[in-house]
């Protein structure tokens, strides 16, 4: 009989399994399980429910008086396949009336799965091949990786952070480099910073992936080495400071790598940083810009690490622009779609679940849709398309770009 | 593992385990119980057997689930010796300068559910309602109990006693009240309502009847002391606010009937304890411990 192994659950999260009232306030609020299709094994409460009844079938008292129960394969992927549904958006912690930290649940839960060959998916198969085979996830040679800077390189001196000391290493991360929809997301970040005055530079081709999308899907172990990989080359860089542009570069570097090794800097988002510069005087947000911007809060950038007012407080420094608030913001902010591996195993519901905001924005008034994630960006900005929506889809820092009087 | 430590390790655990147990289910056969209502004994011994069988599975069954939690990643060695360490180190934190902020924690997320009032006052109010009835009905029987047997108390036990009149008479009603409200909203909520966030299965009914039995039969049982006039039941019952609105149908002669329905009260009271691991009510354990190691221990790098 296969029996479940359990080891790889955390102490906390098996805690949280039994402290789960079964209330439903996460059923609602869900933007895969209860907004996009209504099924319930895909919300908080399903996969609680489930994932303890298999585990107490072969560890429970009943397990242990009267022996363990096989727990069929199909029931078993069936769990596995709607647990990769989940975007790990952690809405539903924001609601959970017990507390429950369900963002490590459920990133524990598919450690487990992977753990007992459960995860990840078939789909997710080929970005990790690309991870461990070219250092990002979208098949490119490494070589590639700091070609975006080219386009800028005769107003722009970006330093190579190995070779050169800065007070600033700037984290570029594997979408904003490689994509090219998104590298006007590094291009913007680097142009604000070098406006600000800041002694920045980047670890150019030797940048590898954060791992994000590794964890995200389960295979915390495999990413061990290139967290320690990327630690090497931050403490080589040695900067006083570490900025990231993207948003899951951010929470893995910040929430994640301190579980492998210590990181040697400080690690901040852009919209702490650009905040902190527009605050000291350092960047001056100028020049006018016009037009109703609604923000999205990133959920990597927002319930994961509750920053909500410094990227409005950017937004109502630029001249011209007026911010409007949609329904759901803050830490209620819908979920892009796009996060936990959901938009490589599922792209339908990513689609599904981006629209859904995307009329959000367009029922607030705005103009523009402005984020601070290459992947909401990215899947935001598809689904405008998509829709033929009026909305402009911005990175906040092109806005800053704009403001700050470069380009 | 070497089996010596093994054994080791669950000696730590099992023994002052089962002390303890042993110690409390001793108390509870030795005590004298002088002032209970029953009169026939025999249902008394019959009660007293049940609840200790039934402590004995609720504290096993707690035990067990504990140690199935052990069983997780990021503690080391066996689930006994891990189980014994963390509760060390629960004790630690309880004897420590930050039990105040643990209590706090405690007080306003687990008891007071600050959080679930945020989102739904309605919802808020009802399980205010079932938690705090149980909780203090919890309370009260420890402080009667004490007072009663320990204490021998004089106004808890005579007829026109303070302590009788507002503790066991008024502040049990109360108590019962506020679960009964609470019970009846939940009830109506999941059964006639059924919002679409509510999923009623068989454990949520159970419990929530099973619940609902309790309390309702303990308001029958008073209102057949007070029509029956069984002693304790014949001053001043208007104290006995709701027991004694349950007594009004019923006739004298229900009081005849009393000694049975105070064992099947008895009974169902100690079963309902015993079931508590084994069903959704061990989230009251649970989930004050989950916000506990929350609050306690957060995780490296959270905001």
Known sequence: ?407 | MTGGGYLKDRAWLYLPFFGALALLCAVILLLPYETVYVRDRAYLSAFLFSIVLCLAVFFIGTLYNMLLWMHGKGLIGTPERRLVRTLLRALRLVISRRFGRIFGTFAKDALYLSKLKDRSVSRWFMHLMILGGFVLMFALDLLVTFSLDFLKYGPMISEDGWAKLWLRDFGFDLVGLMMLVGLLIAAVRRFVLRPKIVRTELPDSVSILFLLAVVLGGFVLEGMGIAGSIPGHTENVEYSFVGYLFSLPMSEGAGDLYDQAWLVHGVMSALLIAYIPFSKLFHMIATPIAIELESAFPKEGAP
């Open chain 1, 1 to 407: 009989m296969k029996r479940l192994d359990i080891s790889k659950l955390d102490v906390r999260a098996l805690v949280s399994y039994d402290a789960c009232t079964r209330c439903g306030e996460c059923t609602a609020t869900c933007p895969t399980g209860g907004e996009a299709q209504d099924v319930e094994l895909v919300t908080p409460r399903g996969k609680i429910l489930r994932l303890r009844e298999f585990y107490k079938r072969q560890y429970g008292l009943r397990a242990r008086v009267l022996g363990a129960k096989e727990i069929p394969d199909e029931q078993l992927k069936e769990l596995a396949g709607r647990a990769y549904e989940c975007t790990i958006c952690g809405q539903c912690k924001t609601v959970c009336p017990a507390h429950l930290d369900t963002i490590e649940m459920w990133e524990n839960m598919r450690e487990f799965l992977v753990a007992n060959g459960l995860g990840p998916l078939p789909a997710h198969e080929q970005i990790v091949k690309s991870i461990e085979n070219y250092d990002n996830p979208w098949m490119q040679p490494r070589t590639q990786r700091s070609r975006w800077s080219k386009r800028i390189e005769k107003d722009v001196k970006v330093k190579d952070a190995l070779k050169e000391r800065c007070e600033v290493l700037y984290f570029v991360g594997c979408t904003a480099a490689y994509d090219p929809n998104i590298k006007d997301m590094a291009v913007d970040t680097v142009k604000v910073l070098a406006k600000a005055g800041v002694d920045f530079g980047t670890l150019g081709n030797e940048e590898g992936c954060c791992g994000s999308t590794m964890m995200r899907t389960g295979l915390f172990e495999s990413t061990r080495k290139m967290v320690q990989k990327n630690i090497e080359m931050f403490e080589k860089a040695a900067p006083s400071l570490m900025v990231t542009s993207c948003a899951g570069c951010f929470k893995t570097i910040k929430q994640d790598y301190p579980k492998v090794g210590k990181v040697p800097a400080k690690t901040v988002h852009m919209v702490e940083y650009v905040t902190e510069l527009v605050g000291s005087g350092k960047l001056m947000l100028g020049k006018r810009v016009e037009g109703k911007v609604t923000f999205h809060d990133p959920c990597h950038l927002g319930r994961h690490n509750r920053l909500y007012d410094e990227p409005r407080k950017i937004i109502e420094s630029i001249p011209g622009v007026k911010l409007v608030e949609m329904d759901r913001a803050r830490d209620e902010a819908r979920c892009c779609g796009a996060g936990g591996g959901v938009k490589t195993a599922f792209p339908e519901l990513a689609q599904k679940i981006s629209s859904l905001r995307v009329e959000d924005a367009e029922r607030a008034g705005a103009d523009i849709l402005a984020t601070s994630c290459p992947f909401c960006y990215q899947s935001f900005k598809a689904s405008i398309e998509a829709k033929g929506s009026k909305l402009r889809m911005m990175d906040l820092m092109e806005l800053v770009r704009l403001s700050a009087g470069d380009g």
